[in-house]
Every structure is written in structure tokens, then in C-alpha cells.
């Protein structure tokens, strides 16, 4: 799969805040359309990195400001709306900072599984095991009955039966 422009993708996160905020404006403070400015910034994570996202987070917080301000201008004044975007915008770096988080998880997760695969190969559609003796196994079967791995190749080291952590060549 092809990955988008820079342009495109840039595009696809300042269409995401533009359209969210005039929604915001027109509804005024009929409906909350805080949840909506987490598109954006989910947007901005995964086309630019964490960085972006964390400069989303300010950006929908300002947004959510101007449009506050704009729609709410004689019924509050400022300083409650400075308090609601400090608050809103703590709500979304700690939401856009568990979304990181997870990323990176993920991340870890998919550079592990490419360490063991190039160890043991392993179907990437069903996860099969392949054997020595040239069949694709489940890895529940090769769990239950691991003598249908094979053995390890001789090394010439006669002392198995102590602990391999303790080997001399370690």
C-alpha cells in the first residue's frame, strides 16, 4: 500500500480541525464537541508521530478556546474558558499520551515477533510453525509434543546437565 503525500496527510489532519471547529462555532454550546477534536490529533499521530500529536493537543485546545470565546462571548467571560481549555487540553495530551504509549507498545510488540519469526519461522496467516521435517505445525501441537521440533545440532559440549546459563563459553 501506497503511503499519501505529505501534503495530503497534512491536509487530511487541518481539514479534520477546520471542520470539527466550525461545527463548534455553528452548534455554539448546544452540544460539546469535545471528543470530536480527538480525530484530529489521532490523525496527527499516526501520519507525523507523537511530536505532532502533542502539537495537536495545543491546537485543539486553542480551537476549542476561539470557538468558546466566539460563541459563549457575553454569557461567561474568559477566564472560565482559559480554565475550561487548560482543562480540556490536559484531558487531551493525557489521552494523546496514552495513545503513545500504546503505539510504542505496539511497535515493541511487532519488532519482537519479527525477532522470533527470523529464529522459528512462523506463517504470518495462521501462525504455523515450520518443522524439520519439512511440515507446517500448529505451535499448540509442537507445545504438547516437542519432539516433532527435532534436536539441536551437537556443539560438542558434554556438559548438559548443568544449568545453560552456566556454560563455560558464556
Known amino acids: 500500500m501506497q503511503k499519501a503525500s505529505f501534503a495530503a496527510r497534512l491536509a487530511s489532519v487541518l481539514i479534520g480541525f477546520l471542520v470539527i471547529y466550525f461545527i463548534d462555532v455553528y452548534t455554539s ?29 495545543l491546537g485543539s485546545g486553542l480551537l476549542w478556546l476561539i470557538a468558546d470565546i466566539q460563541t459563549n462571548s457575553q454569557s461567561r ?11 480540556r487540553l490536559l484531558v487531551y495530551l493525557l489521552l494523546a499520551h496514552m495513545v503513545v504509549l500504546y ?7 511487532r519488532d519482537r515477533i519479527d525477532r522470533i519469526s527470523r529464529l522459528l519461522p512462523v506463517c504470518p496467516h495462521c501462525g504455523q510453525i515450520f518443522c ?8 499448540d501441537d509442537l ?28
Open 29 to 57: 454550546s448546544d452540544l460539546s464537541l469535545f471528543p470530536l477534536y480527538l480525530i484530529p490529533i489521532g490523525l496527527a499521530l499516526f501520519n507525523f508521530g507523537s511530536l505532532a500529536a502533542y502539537l495537536a493537543c
Open 77 to 87: 467571560g474568559v477566564l472560565i474558558s482559559l480554565q475550561w481549555m487548560l482543562a
Open 132 to 139: 524439520h521435517d519439512g511440515q507446517w505445525r500448529p505451535l
Open 143 to 170: 507445545i504438547a509434543s516437542p519432539s516433532q521440533i527435532g534436536q539441536l545440532p551437537e556443539h560438542g559440549c558434554f556438559n548438559v546437565t548443568e544449568n545453560p546459563s552456566r556454560h563455560p563459553d558464556r
Open 103 to 109: 503505539d510504542r507498545a505496539v511497535a515493541r510488540a
